[in-house]
């Protein structure tokens, strides 16, 4: 389960670094397509859809399998390691490919996030801007009442000449 997770691991970056390198080109999906398609059905030269970039999910799935079951291939008859042979083979093989194609929309929102933030940052500093000149204004109001309410309190209040308090034990007779 430890080697398991680690491929897992391990594919969600490989994932990762697949899309984000398609996103800024796509020349082997784009030469791909010369060779394939005629004149008239090839991409445009501003089109950026790559092999998992901008892709809907099945051709997606389709490529990050078929990427995998290549290198399972090479894997099984250059090297002594049996990758269909067993279960646990079968599991790795599995696991990365699940992997790899979550690792894909992992970039995707990231990088479709970051696109956003690039395009709002001026905006949402404006409002914390904002937000902090409002949040000033604030103190300055609470600060400015509690100073009138101090001065009006010490205006109201006249200080009247009391009896001492030996004079009042003798009014009371006391005294």
């Known amino acids: 389960m430890g080697l398991e997770l680690v491929i897992f691991i391990a594919a ?20 791909l397509n010369k060779v394939v398609n005629s004149k008239e059905l090839q991409m445009n030269a501003d089109n950026p859809k790559g092999f998992v970039f901008k892709q809907a999910f099945l051709p997606r799935l389709i490529f990050v399998v078929s990427l995998v079951l290549i290198a ?9 390691v049996s990758v269909f042979g067993s279960y646990n083979g079968i599991s790795a093989f599995s696991s990365f490919a699940v992997g790899t194609l979550i690792g894909t929309y992992v970039a995707n929102f990231v990088i479709k996030s970051s696109k956003v933030i690039e395009e709002k940052s001026d905006s949402i500093e404006d409002v914390v801007y904002d937000t902090i000149e409002k949040g000033k204004d604030f103190i300055e109001d609470l600060k400015s009442k509690d100073e009138q309410e101090v001065i009006e309190e010490t205006k109201e209040i006249p200080k009247v000449e009391q009896k001492s308090a030996r004079e009042r034990l003798k009014d009371k007779g006391l005294m």
């Open 12 to 31: 969600i970056l490989f994932g990762i670094f697949l899309y984000w390198r398609e996103s800024n080109g796509n020349g082997l999906y784009r030469f």
């Open 72 to 80: 399972a291939l090479i894997v099984e008859f250059l090297t002594p």
